[in-house]
């Protein structure tokens, strides 16, 4: 399902978030925290970066894409990770992750061990949350880290 939130402002200058109606619990759960973060993020910036977000894009101004992209990422990034903290309070996690792995999760670009593979679904349905959600916040605290697919070892796999 693509993410379809947005938060804008009203005419009142409060913050408008809104959620298409057919995504999955976890998937709009996540978006809520993430629409929401966008909104906590910008209250942290200054008046500065306030205004010059509230200004429109001028016209007459050539942007490059990576003078859009490259802040647009910074931005997606924070409230993905914001999000996910906003769902996954570090305590939580941390008393969760104590009770299904004694390691940290290993993710083989989007594969897991199979004892892996289980522990992230508990933890999952444990927080009502998705994969992704889990996976942002588990990288955070540790709980996670990343390896190339070339070192996955298939136990099921016979040469």
């Known amino acids: 399902m693509i993410e379809v939130g947005v938060a804008s402002p009203s005419a009142q200058g409060q913050a ?6 057919t995504q999955l619990s976890a998937e709009r759960r996540f978006t809520l925290a993430h629409e929401c973060a966008h909104q906590i993020l910008f209250q942290l910036e200054s008046e ?6 509230e200004m429109k894009y001028s016209a007459r101004t050539a942007y490059t894409p990576r003078e859009l992209k490259t802040r647009e990422d910074w931005n997606e990034w924070q409230a993905n990770v914001l999000g996910a903290a906003i ?6 996690v941390d008393l969760a992750m104590r009770r299904f792995a004694e390691t940290p999760l290993i993710n083989y670009e989007g594969r897991y061990s199979y004892g892996d593979h289980l522990t992230l679904r508990l933890f999952c349905r444990l927080f009502g949350v998705s994969k992704t959600t889990a996976s942002i916040r588990l990288r955070q605290l540790g709980y996670m880290v990343d390896r190339p697919f070339s070192e996955y070892v298939d136990p099921l796999e016979v040469w």
């Not at 408008?16 to 109606?21: D, K, L, P, R, W």
């Not at 500065?48 to 977000?53: D, I």
């Not at 769902?87 to 939580?92: A, G, I, M, S, T």
Request: glycine residues 0%.
């Open 16 to 21: 408008i978030t809104s959620v298409e109606q």
């Open 48 to 53: 500065e970066v306030k205004a010059s977000c």
């Open 87 to 92: 769902l996954l309070p570090q305590k939580e």
